[in-house]
Structures are given as structure tokens and as C-alpha cells.
């Protein structure tokens, strides 16, 4: 059928010289490929196809070629399944749906369960497509198929169709699907009663009244009492639908007693489905029932001999108590039966069962009222806090708002403050959490001279602790506190605290000294952030450890957008400028990037970059302001970044623009005056083009590097006039040799055109390259050290010791290949297991069988009276 079908479509496309069938063709053939990838990705086109060949030829052609093909891997029918669900206006509408039954019926009959249950789904959606004729035509005997099927597949797929179909249909239908659903329900196949078992409550929901009473009850106690527990717990979940569609008296008399039976079942797995479904039944039975037949049974579930069944059960205790009614006997209810048995679950020996009591045990206190919440649950939640289970503490911890509510914040604090102070110090990092993020609450309501006394040397501990979440929650936890204390508090009573551990000997808490800062800035304000916190800060640049050197950094990109621009200027950026001449390369980076989001002006970027060259060349790395020699010095190392050389002779640079026109563009125009002192730096001045439409002339002062230079503006005519010069709005104009900036001036007037001299742009760009180059072989060199960390035998001290980087990278690869080996060998041990469990399944089937078998010829041996040997 695909041979034919694709070499229709071929010889259609030639034919009618349409090219756009050939694809259509191809996609089709590779349905039949050997390859399951190809053959999922067709799957996922078969809409493309179908539009490719129009309806008519995808119900007589693309169909039926699925139908024959059905049988494929898993994962290309699971495909298959849920394309056809929704494939209804691809193939003419819902006139045509019935044409899609032949593939999903197949596709429901295999052997995965995921593949069926897709198949189901898509045949339930196709099932609501289908007028009520073609129901009864087609889709109806489809369910009978599948009902009365060989395999017990099949049969477990029909058991999920009955309910959509069941509605739409004329009575004699519907009593054949009564029939065939009752057939389902006592059939010998454990696999075929579990699947009824699930479907009955939605089977229920669209039965007429009468049938429910009469039929539904009857195979439900059967299934109930099935000796199969996995059919006799499916039977409890179906409950809760039953019982919603029957009367009292009828829950009375036909469901409560299997109810009973299902919570005191010999099953553990029935009783635990029981607890968890038990306040959707408690809504279902109604409260009357509820307060004579469940309470009762919600007892002897939380006694229960199975932990999880006890868990189940805590889980739902205060649900439970919640859906109590009426109001004026819920109190007593649940102090006389239910409050005991918590009792009891709070000291239980199981850590699951007190985990989840904890998770729900705070909210029996704004239903018992104040009274008893102090009375009876205070003692309980004590006990809980110093459980020696963890996620118990934790439980009660993230809870206790609720108890908030219901006694306030002074009574709690009174009984669990002691216990919630032993937590802070708990030996669990998550428990020590859940109480810093509970702190600021407690310490809005207690107030803050409470607060002074009792818990803030609790907090301050909390900054250094071993675990770098808790620092973190904890500088966090800071600023809440100054924000609900206010700014005074804070100078008075944690930032010398937090100032204090700038002189640890443990960078780790000098670090969180800067975390601390970076939260509190915002909460203090810039007067106590420059007063108090700020020469900490610039004190911590030059620690010994780098990384504490580059939070520096950090901490003040951080502060300061809040800062005046007076303090940047003479307290920030000369650390930051140290901090960019750094030996560590981290710290140069964070440094480079605060320079760069405090955005500088241009001036003072410029100087300090030119000043800074100078002093990274130095071999000490500082120079003396007040020595000449240094100077002198500093002035030779820095002519290899200067862009022009000279003191004397009156040298003037001009730019020009052409008239009316504007920019963002800037020029510089520089005249060096020789009368000035040599060896200092010309101040240089930015002029925008869009100010004069002519020649702008700027005459600036060698001198005095912080002096004003004085600005001319005139007019000059003719490309014969003075020399004009572009340079960007970054570049540094240094003063030194007459003779050097004569020769670029000549040079320049001679047709190179360039105001900067070849020279020191070459060196400039070299001392470039060279820092790129050594930052990426440090790059290089650090991966290669860790890559030694991580492959056996090739350590950093065989590194050491003449390990060339060559033997690393070899060793690695050596590694790796083994690691590739090891894995292919543990996909073959996968799939070796994977067929085992195949066979396995296999055995267990047959072993069913066989019982199911023997139980049969043991039947018909007693109905013949001939005696049977039970062993």
C-alpha cells in the first residue's frame, strides 16, 4: 500500500507536471523506512501530507496506508495516536469522522499503555464528532470490538469509552453497553477489572438514576470486594462519584458498609487510598454521615499500624476538621476525637507522619479558637520545634503565621521565642533559614527595644555563619530591619557591628561586610552611606585576598549612583583607578566595569588614564607626588602614550566644519604655547561642530593641569590656512619636545594627514596586544590547571614538577575516551536490562494465565464433584 501510494503520487505529479507532489511522495516512503527517526518525523507531517493530497485522497489512500503500517515502535504510534485526534477537518469533516476509527481502533488494541491510553483519548475526542446516527454505526460496534476482544488490551481500552457514547445513543443501545460494561467489570483478567474499576464513577455520572441504584451498586461491592487489591482501592476512588449521585438513605445502606470495610481492609494500599481520598468522600457522604460513620473511621486511620496510611491521614487532619459541620458541634468533635489522636502523631516514630502532621497542624489554631490554640496546640507546636527531624521544624517554622493570627505575636513569642532561639542555632542550614526569613515579622510586632534585647545578636551571628546562604538571607534579613526601624536605629546599633567585621581575620566575613553595605546603602541613605560605610569600603581595596579586593569593586558600582559626585570624584574613582591596576585579573575586570556604569567625565577618565600608564610602568607601582626625580621619571616611561611631544614654539591645530551642518562629532583643537612649563599636561577642550559653522580655534595653556584653559573662537579661510586636526574625544594631549611636536607637525603639513605620529600609535597598539595576548594565555593556563584537578593522575603538582601542558591535554583526551567507552558499555548493560524486564513482563503474564487457567479447570473439576488437592 505505501509502494503504491507513493508511486501514485509520483506518476500524478508527473503527469500533471505539479512538482509539489513528489515532496508528498518522499515523505510517504519514509514512513516505511528503517530508520525511527525519519519515520517520527513523517508521523509529525502527516497534516502536511494530508493537505498535500486534499481530503479525498486522504480517506481513500493516507488512511487505509496508515491502517496497514499500525504496527511500528512505541514512540511513532504514540505519535500516530495523538496526530489523529485531531485530524477530523483534514479529512472532510465530520461527515467523514467515522473514516479515523480503523487506525485509533489498532492503535488501542497494542500492547504499551501509553500508546493505548493516547488512542483512547483521540477516540474519545472523535467520539463527541459523530452525529448520533454515525455513533450507533460506527463507534458503538468499535466499543463492542473492543470489549469482547482475544486480548485483554483491548478490553481495557474499551473500558474508557463507554461513558462518551453512552448519552447520545436510543435505549436498546444503551442497554447493550450496560450489559457489555458489566461483562468488563467481572471479566477474569485482574487488568480488565482494575481499568472498570477506574472508569465506573465516570460510567455512573451519565446513567439514568433508576440504573445506578440497581446495576452500578451491584458491580461496584463486587469490585470493592475484589481479591485483587489494586481493583478494590480504584473501587474507593469511584466512590466518591458514586456516592454524589445517591441519596442518604441509599449511601446509608448500600455504601457505607463497603466504605467501612475498604478503611479497615487487610490491604495497606486500600486503607491509604481511603485516607487520601477521605474529605472528597466526607463532602460526597454529606455531614451527618459523616460526623456518625467518618469520624470514627479517621481515627482508626490516624491509629493505623502503616506509616504511610498515618501519614495519609495527618496530611488531611486539618481539611478534615475545616469541612466539620454544623459550627456549634465542630469544636467538640474535634477535641474528643480527632485533637487525641494528634496527640499521639506528634511524638509518632515515623519522621514522614510527624513531617506531615507539621504541614497542616498550624491550621487547626483558627479553628479551635485562642483558648485551645494556647491551651492544647502551643505545647504540641513546642514539642515539633525541637523534633529531631528537620523537615518537622521546618514545617512548623514556615507556619507559625497562622498561629500569628489567632493568640498575636506576644503570646507566641512568650511560649516559642526560646524555641525559635535554640532553632537560630540549629545544626540544619534549612531550618536556620526558615527562621531568618521569619524574622522580620517577628520583629515588626514585637517592637524594637523587644527586638534590642532578645534577637539582635541572634541576627548579627546569623552574617557568620558557615553556610553562604544563610550570610546571604541574613544581610537581606538586615535591610528589612532598617527598613522597619528606621535609619537612627541602623547607625546606632547594626552598622558598627557590621563595620566591626571589615577586621576579621576571615575574608569570608570582610566579604560580608561589603554584602551587608550593598543592602543597607539604599536603606540608610547617602549621608550615613559616605560618613560611615564608605571608607570601609575604599579600606578594603588594598586586602590581601582578591576576592574581597573585586566586591570592593563591586560594592561601589553598587553605592554609587547614591553618592555625590564630589565624593566619586576624590574618594571612589581614585580606588577604583588603583583597583584597575590590580595584579589579579578579576579585579581589574569588576574595577574596569564600575568605571564604566559610574560613567566618569572624559577629563578626568583621560588624566587618570595617562597617570595610571605611568605608574603601572614604575617598578614599585607608586611615585612620590612631592619627588622631582619620580617626576621626571614618570614623565620619559609615559612619552610611549603620548599623542604629541613639545613644550616650545606656538603651534596651533584647528578644526572646520561645513556650514549648517551638525552632529554628534566632536573635534579637539589644541595650541600648545611655548611660554608655559615643559613636562605637564594640556588641558584639552571638547568643541562640537554644531556650535560654529566655521573654524573653531581653541588656545589652551600648557601649564597646570587642573588650571582653566582659555578658549578663542575665529574664523580661518582657504585650505591653505592653518592645519587642521580630527582626533577622538578620548585621546590625551601631552606636552614634552619641542622638536617631537615639530615633526609631527611638519609630517602632517607634508600630506600624512594624521596628527597622531606612527610611533607611538604602533607602541600604543602593541602594549595593547600584549595585555590581550597575556590574558588569554592566563585564560589558557587556568583551564589547564583545572582540567589537571579533574583527570586522574595529573595533578597540579605533576604540573609543577615539569607536567608540560601538552602531557595534560593528552592525559585529558586518554580520560575522556575511557569515559566514552564506559558509557557505550553501560547503554548495552541498559538495554541488556531492559530486555530481561521484557521477558520478565513476559513471565508474569503467563504466570496470570496459568492461575487463571488453573482456577478455571479447578471450577469445572468441583462442578463435577471430583475432589481437588488445594496445595
Known sequence: MA????????????????????????????????????????????????????????????????????YDEDEVLLALAEQLGSFTPLIGGQEFVYVLLPPLESLATVEETVVRDKAVDSLRNVSQQHSPQDLEQYFVPL?????????????????????????????????????????????????VRRAAAAKLGEFAKVLEPEYVKSEVMSLWSQLASDEQDSVRLLAVEACVSIASLLSNEDIEQHVMPVLRSAAEDKSWRVRYMVADKFTELQKAVGPDITRNDLVPAFQNLLKDCEAEVRAAAAQKVRD?????????????????????????LVSDPNQHVKSALASVIMGLSPILGKHNTIEHLLPMFLSQLKDECPEVRLNIISNLDCVNE????????????????????????????????YMPLLAGQLGVD??????????????????????????????????????????????PKVLQMSRDQNYLHRMTCLFSINVLANACGPEITTKLMLPTVISLGGDSVA?????????????????????????????????????????????????????????????????????????????????????????????????FDGSSGSVQYQFKTENGQTGAVTYRVVTVDDSHPTHTVVTPTIVSPAQHSSVALLTAHAGNPFGAATQQIATSAGSDGPFYVMMAPTQDLISHSSSNIRRAKSGAEG?????????????????????????????????????????????????????SKGGILAKATEYIQELCAENARLNEVLKENEILNNELDAIRQQFVDTKNENRRLKALLQKYDIPVDDN
Open 143 to 191: 466499543v463492542k470490538r473492543l470489549a469482547s476482544g482475544d486480548w485483554f488490551t483491548s478490553r481495557t481500552s474499551a473500558c474508557g469509552l463507554f461513558s462518551v457514547c453512552y448519552p447520545r445513543v436510543s435505549n436498546q443501545v444503551k442497554a447493550d453497553l450496560r450489559n457489555s460494561f458489566r461483562q468488563l467489570c467481572q471479566d477474569d483478567t485482574p487488568m
Open 3 to 70: 509502494s503504491q501510494l507513493s508511486s501514485q503520487s509520483v506518476v500524478a505529479s508527473e503527469v500533471s507536471g505539479d512538482d509539489s507532489l513528489y515532496p508528498i511522495a518522499v515523505l510517504i516512503d519514509e514512513l516505511r523506512n528503517d530508520d525511527v527517526q525519519l519515520r517520527l518525523n513523517s508521523i509529525r507531517k502527516l497534516s502536511t501530507i494530508a493537505l498535500a493530497l486534499g481530503v479525498e485522497r486522504t480517506r481513500t489512500e493516507l488512511i487505509p496506508f496508515l491502517t496497514d503500517t499500525i
Open 320 to 344: 478534615f476538621c475545616q469541612n466539620l459541620t454544623p459550627a456549634d458541634s465542630q469544636e467538640q468533635l474535634i477535641m474528643t476525637n480527632v485533637l487525641p489522636c494528634v496527640k499521639d
Open 547 to 643: 576576592n574581597v579586593r573585586f566586591n570592593v569593586a563591586k560594592t561601589l558600582q553598587k553605592i554609587g549612583p547614591i553618592l555625590d559626585q564630589n565624593t566619586l570624584q576624590t574618594q571612589v574613582k581614585p580606588c577604583l583607578d588603583k583597583l584597575q591596576k590590580d595584579s589579579d585579573v578579576d579585579v581589574r575586570y569588576f574595577a574596569k566595569e564600575a568605571v564604566t556604569s559610574l560613567a566618569f567625565s572624559a577629563e578626568d577618565t583621560n588624566e587618570e588614564h595617562v597617570t595610571g600608564d605611568q605608574d603601572d610602568d614604575d617598578d614599585d607601582g607608586a611615585i612620590d607626588s612631592n619627588d622631582e626625580n619620580s617626576r621626571s621619571a614618570r614623565s620619559r616611561t609615559s612619552q610611549q602614550q603620548n599623542v
Open 450 to 495: 523587644f527586638f534590642d534585647e532578645k534577637l539582635n545578636t541572634l541576627c548579627m551571628t546569623w552574617l557568620v555563619d558557615q553556610v553562604f546562604a544563610i550570610r546571604e538571607a541574613a544581610t537581606q534579613n538586615l535591610k528589612k530591619l532598617v527598613e522597619k526601624f528606621g535609619s537612627d536605629w541602623a547607625t546606632n546599633t547594626v552598622i
Open 406 to 437: 489567632v493568640i498575636g505575636i506576644q503570646q507566641l513569642s512568650q511560649s516559642l521565642l526560646p524555641a525559635i532561639v535554640e532553632l537560630a542555632e540549629d545544626t540544619k542550614w534549612r531550618v536556620r533559614l526558615a527562621i531568618i526569613q
Open 751 to 803: 600630506g600624512v594627514g594624521v596628527g597622531v605620529p606612527r610611533v607611538a600609535r604602533d607602541e600604543k597598539r602593541r602594549a595593547t596586544h600584549n595585555e590581550v595576548e597575556r590574558r588569554r594565555r592566563d585564560k589558557i593556563n587556568n583551564w589547564i590547571i583545572k582540567l589537571s584537578k579533574v583527570v586522574p593522575d595529573c595533578s597540579q603538582d605533576h604540573t609543577k614538577q615539569g607536567q
